[in-house]
C-alpha cells in the first residue's frame, strides 16, 4: 500500500518547492499507464501466449530476456517521446512574454 501511495505523497511534498505543473504530472503518469501496462502488457500476451511459434522461440532464456529488455525499452520509450511531443506543444501555444530572463535582457538591449 505504501508503495503504490509514495508516488503520490512525494509529489505533494515537492509541487510547491519546485513548481510543478499537475498537468505534465497528469501528463506523465497517463503516458506511463498507457504504454507500460496496457501497450506493453497487450504485447506481451501476444507474444507470448497467443503466437505460438514466438512463444516457443522465447522458452530460450537468452531469447526471452532479449525481448523483455526490448519490449519494455521500446514500449516506454516511445511513450516518453508521444508525452513530450504533447508537453512541448502545449508549451509552445503559451504566450512567449512570460517575465523571465529573455525578456529582461531584450528590454535591456532595446
Known sequence: ML???LPF??????RKPLRLNP??????????ALFAMVIERALNDFVLHRNVATALFLSNPVA????????AGICEE????????ILFRRAS?????????N???RSATA
Open 93 to 101: 501555444t503559451k504566450p512567449r512574454s512570460t517575465g523571465g530572463l
Open 3 to 5: 508503495v503504490a501511495a
Open 78 to 85: 516511445v511513450g516518453r517521446f508521444i508525452g513530450m511531443r
Open 23 to 32: 498537468r505534465d504530472a497528469v501528463t506523465g503518469i497517463a503516458v506511463f
Open 64 to 71: 526471452f530476456v532479449i525481448y523483455g529488455a526490448l519490449a
Open 9 to 14: 505523497l512525494i509529489y505533494r511534498r515537492l
Open 103 to 105: 525578456d529582461v535582457r
